[in-house]
């Protein structure tokens, strides 16, 4: 099993491309994925507790700014940016409700990978992740009500129980198990997010499959979007960081924690009620694609500039950076 977690870790942009890409030409041996999404999100979000321990959120208290910081850019610009996407390129009501909803999703959970892969601060990236999928049942619906409340009628209390459902409760579970018997599950941590891993692919197979007919048509238009919503996230994040001169692997956890949203969630929302909009669940998929390509790329120049800062100065691997 530790052999086919590391595949996963080292491939899984292209394993992602290769799901979807065979979902798209399958599409009819992948629809049974469709009734199932909320299901298989609620696995993710249960093996992320899985990972998590109380002690994961002493970083709230420890650097509180930093942690706000990641929570406001993500609930505040991410939607906004969502929405002026949708604008900007005039999007047909259900394929903008599919952006702005995926603008409003907290943190996913391969940002922490990539944090780690491009030298940042994985102790804020778990904290900040953890932090925006508690805070999502109350911010989510206010958010996408405020964006998407011209695109379709929205109840605050209906969405506010999909999402503790969905989201917050099987974290929590999660939570309280490591919490019982910690030391028993400690040997199965690294093999948790392939597992979590394997959830993401079958709702994107399961988006794929059921979006054949639009991905052929607004395809290509929903994976730019993305690309410019994905990218803004990073460029935003970066600046504020740069304004308030915070060092560069806070920053590095901030980009990715805030251009990194959770995917899967955006699609399997849209999929299902108070939803039920299969074209709204396109951009998320095509989204997971986008960030882990993103991400992947983010990661290896990061390594790559430290590398070369290595060599020019070998003091530099014992002194942290200061300037991004």
């Not at 690309?227 to 806070?250: E, I, M, R, T």
């Amino acid at each position: 099993m530790a052999n086919v977690n590391q595949i996963f870790n080292k491939y899984l942009t292209w394993i992602v491309i290769g799901v979807a890409l065979a979902a798209f030409v399958f599409d009819q041996s992948f629809v049974w994925a469709s009734n199932y999404t909320t299901l298989f999100l609620q696995i993710i979000m249960f093996f992320m507790g899985l990972t998590l321990s109380v002690s994961d959120f002493k970083e709230v208290f420890h650097r509180p700014a930093y942690v706000a910081m990641v929570s406001l850019m993500q609930f505040i610009w991410m939607p906004f940016a969502g929405w002026a996407l949708t604008k900007l390129f005039n999007l047909p009501p259900e394929l903008a409700l599919g952006v702005i909803l995926l603008g409003c999703c907290p943190g996913g959970t391969a940002s922490n990978v990539m944090t780690y892969l491009s030298n940042g601060d994985v102790a804020l990236s778990v904290t900040a992740t953890s932090i925006s999928t508690m805070l999502a049942p109350i911010i989510m619906p206010l958010n996408i009500s405020l964006y998407a409340g011209e695109i379709i009628e929205i109840s605050f209390w209906p969405m506010f129980w999909s999402i503790l459902r969905v989201v917050f409760l099987p974290v929590v579970f999660g939570v309280i198990l490591n919490s019982l018997f910690g030391k028993k599950i400690a040997s199965y941590y690294s093999v948790l997010p392939t597992f979590s891993s394997i959830g993401v692919l079958l709702v994107i197979a399961a988006v794929v499959s059921v979006n054949k007919e639009t991905i052929m048509h607004s395809g290509l238009l929903i994976a730019f979007v993305t690309f410019l919503h994905n990218s803004s996230g990073y460029a935003f994040a970066w600046g504020v960081c740069k304004l308030l001169k915070v060092d560069v692997a806070s920053t590095r956890a901030m980009q990715i924690e805030v251009g990194m949203q959770n995917s899967g969630l955006a699609s399997s929302m849209a999929l299902n009620a108070p939803f039920n909009a299969p074209q709204a669940s396109m951009a998320g998929a095509i989204y997971s694609i986008m960030h882990n390509v993103t991400g992947s790329l983010f990661a290896s120049y990061c390594r790559y500039k430290d590398a070369k800062s290595a060599e020019s100065s070998p003091a530099a691997v014992e002194t942290p950076v200061t300037e991004a």
